[in-house]
């Protein structure tokens, strides 16, 4: 039986992760983010570079329900997500780390996974107070299962140590270590090598690479580290004044005069 056009449509619309349609962000006269489109399929690894100012995280937090776009809309697997707040966006999988780090400093390493488990718990809060049976197992899951996290992601020798007093490098893994405890389908990653030297920036390149493919994940990433982000995405967008000057792979990418006029000549260590 030949297969229509229509259906082909429809089996690789199953394949995009994250889509949007003319997402514009404006703050009063300033349009940050310019009909903005994306689409991300399953397994991939996307970045959006650009500039400083160019919208790059704007967008980030449209995705993730921090703004609601001024227009356009934003699709999760087919699932309109336009506007809707950041948590539920979160229960299904979405998790995002940040340009500057946001751990509850004051914890232990263990703790910090733990509470990012919870958020997914099954168990409402009474049955968790009254210790039944079915919280009693979910408990103990969780907490076998961020053991397993903080030992796949290096932490483990850490994990009673106050999350403060790690080195940065430590810190941005337990970001991320942090982010994947929700068990998210999509991870949005906001300049995960900001502040790292280029041996932990080199180390950073081949966990991501190698996070994506253990916990089958999509991957979209923000980053100024041109060598990180031509090493790793498969898709590139470039922002520039909120606009989309430039996508495609790594090679039309380097190979775009726009781009590189705009943006690839720079410090890569330029803050965001």
């Given at each position: 039986?030949?297969?229509?056009?229509?259906?082909?449509?429809?089996?690789i619309?199953k394949?995009?992760?994250?889509?949007t349609?003319?997402?514009?962000?404006q703050?009063g006269?300033?349009?940050?983010?310019?009909?903005?489109?994306?689409?991300?399929?399953?397994?991939?690894?996307?970045?959006?570079i650009?500039?400083?100012?160019?919208?790059?995280?704007?967008a980030?937090?449209?995705?993730t329900?921090v703004?609601?776009?001024s227009?356009?809309?934003?699709f999760?697997?087919?699932?309109?997500?336009?506007?809707?707040?950041?948590?539920?966006?979160?229960?299904?999988?979405v998790?995002?780390?940040?340009?500057n780090i946001?751990?509850?400093?004051?914890?232990?390493?263990?703790?910090?996974i733990i509470?990012?488990?919870?958020f997914?718990?099954?168990?409402?809060?009474?049955?968790?107070?009254?210790?039944?049976?079915?919280?009693?197992?979910?408990?103990k899951?969780?907490?076998?299962?961020s053991?397993?996290?903080?030992?796949?992601?290096?932490l483990?020798?850490v994990?009673?140590?106050?999350?403060?007093?790690?080195?940065?490098?430590?810190?941005?893994?337990?970001e991320?270590?942090?982010a994947?405890?929700?068990?998210?389908?999509?991870?949005?990653?906001?300049?995960?090598?900001?502040?790292m030297?280029?041996?932990?920036?080199?180390?950073?390149?081949?966990?991501?690479?190698?996070i994506?493919?253990?916990?089958?994940?999509?991957?979209?990433l923000?980053?100024?580290h041109?060598?990180?982000?031509?090493?790793?995405?498969?898709?590139?967008?470039?922002l520039?004044?909120?606009?989309?000057?430039?996508?495609?792979?790594?090679?039309?990418?380097?190979n775009?005069?726009?781009?590189?006029e705009a943006?690839l000549?720079?410090?890569d260590?330029?803050?965001?």
């Amino acid at each position: 039986m030949k297969t229509t056009d229509k259906a082909i449509d429809q089996i690789i619309d199953k394949n995009i992760v994250l889509r949007t349609e003319n997402m514009t962000m404006q703050f009063g006269g300033v349009v940050a983010v310019d009909n903005l489109h994306l689409t991300i399929r399953e397994h991939q690894i996307v970045a959006l570079i650009g500039p400083n100012g160019a919208g790059k995280t704007t967008a980030f937090n449209m995705i993730t329900g921090v703004y609601t776009p001024s227009s356009g809309k934003i699709f999760l697997q087919g699932e309109d997500i336009t506007g809707m707040k950041p948590d539920k966006i979160t229960r299904m999988g979405v998790a995002r780390t940040f340009q500057n780090i946001r751990l509850f400093k004051d914890l232990t390493v263990f703790e910090n996974i733990i509470i990012a488990k919870h958020f997914s718990m099954k168990s409402n809060v009474l049955s968790a107070t009254l210790r039944l049976p079915g919280a009693v197992r979910e408990e103990k899951r969780m907490r076998e299962e961020s053991e397993a996290l903080l030992e796949r992601m290096g932490l483990a020798d850490v994990r009673n140590d106050i999350a403060n007093s790690l080195p940065y490098g430590q810190q941005r893994h337990l970001e991320i270590a942090r982010a994947l405890a929700t068990s998210p389908n999509l991870l949005l990653l906001d300049e995960p090598a900001a502040g790292m030297n280029p041996q932990e920036t080199e180390d950073l390149t081949a966990s991501i690479k190698q996070i994506q493919q253990d916990f089958n994940l999509t991957v979209f990433l923000i980053e100024h580290h041109m060598d990180l982000v031509m090493e790793i995405s498969d898709r590139i967008y470039v922002l520039d004044f909120g606009q989309t000057i430039g996508k495609g792979t790594p090679g039309e990418i380097q190979n775009n005069q726009r781009v590189v006029e705009a943006y690839l000549g720079v410090d890569d260590d330029a803050e965001n």
